[in-house]
């Protein structure tokens, strides 16, 4: 018999999760869970610890100290492949697409984690593999309208502005079916009709049964979407609780603001994690 690591609605939980680089804990005893469908938000001041611990969860970088726990199974350590294997997808802080490539063969290559052809298969187009692509082709043709990006199914990514091939990145990692999809910095760079349309998207992904990590200096996305939000400042966690919690929580408030909490009360609100300032 299988022993499930995680509780039934749980499906990532870090434990004590801590690295080190040379003499500095970039990331120290931290630890918290996202559930099933749940939509976590990670803040914290810049150089707070927050893309080290994405990196962490998706095998970038292997935990000094803890474990990481997915869909009950014991990740700590593994291959960046084999943990998107199991589910894990992420955005990146900047933009990593396949510039000269159309929005189409960018999406497809979210998909080739999850064909389970073999290369024989390939050379005998057997009835499995017609089946599956029809499947794929079904999958993205339904991302890439829900995106908004059917009309451009053909463009060169490199052609479309910034907040477009935010789109096309969300497209690739849906593609892969993820059980968690992390975000590091989607609203990054995006206008306010962009950031309200990237809002919906989140929702609808979650709607859908897919988990989503992400992480945000954009109070609005994060305020707006999340079910929780984790505070991490110097690697550590100093705060974890629903949105409206967390933007009235003193040490929250403190490492955004600095002591001074008099200057701009309503700062949390909108701009507190732009930058700690
Ligand atoms: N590979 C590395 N080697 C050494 N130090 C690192 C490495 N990666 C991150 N750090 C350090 O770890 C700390 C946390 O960095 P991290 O990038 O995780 O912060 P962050 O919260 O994501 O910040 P930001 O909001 O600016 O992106 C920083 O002091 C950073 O300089």
Known sequence: ????????DELLRLDGVGIRFGGLQAVDDLSFSVGQGQIVGL?????????????????????????IIFDGRDITGWAPHRIARVGIFRTFQTI??????SVLVNVLAGLHLKTRQQWWQGLLRTPSQR???TELRATVTELLAR???DHLAYEDVASLPYGVQ?????????AARPKLLILDEPAAGLNDQESAA?????????DEGISVLLVEH???VVMNVTDSIVCINFGRKIAEGRPEQIRAHPEVIEAYLGKDEDEDAEQPQDTAARGGA
């Open 43 to 67: 803040i914290g001041p810049n150089g707070a610890g927050k893309t080290t611990a994405f990196n962490m969860i998706t095998g970038v970088y292997k935990p000094t100290e803890g474990r």
């Open 1 to 8: 018999m299988t022993v499930s690591l995680t509780s039934p």
């Open 166 to 174: 935010r789109r096309v990145e969300l497209a690739r990692a849906l």
């Open 131 to 133: 089946q599956e692509e």
């Open 147 to 149: 995106l908004q990006l």
């Open 96 to 101: 990593r697409l396949f510039y000269g490539q």
């Open 218 to 220: 954009d109070m609005n």
């Open 198 to 206: 990237l809002n919906r998207t989140i929702l609808d992904v979650r």
